[in-house]
């Protein structure tokens, strides 16, 4: 058995203009964990959302695509 003991290297995206209103991925994980943990940039200590790197995959492509507009 293989355990994984990678940490998280968070990055928030170059389209980001560190306002604070931002949030951070830690993208490094998705292929050693299958997971994209999201967190707050303004509290880097507080909760972190685990999202399946297929669905982050999705939602990425839905953002790049303009299918998450609001109608």
Do not use: H, Q
Request: hydrophobic share 40%; net charge positive.
């Amino acid at each position: 058995m293989t355990t994984t003991t990678e940490s998280p290297r968070w990055f928030t995206s170059s389209y980001s203009n560190n306002g604070g209103t931002c949030v951070e991925v830690a993208a490094n994980l998705a292929i050693s964990r299958g997971v994209v943990p999201v967190r707050d940039s303004k509290n880097p200590t507080g909760p972190v959302l685990a999202v399946s790197a297929g669905v982050f995959a999705a939602f990425v492509a839905g953002v790049k695509a303009g299918d998450l507009g609001t109608n």
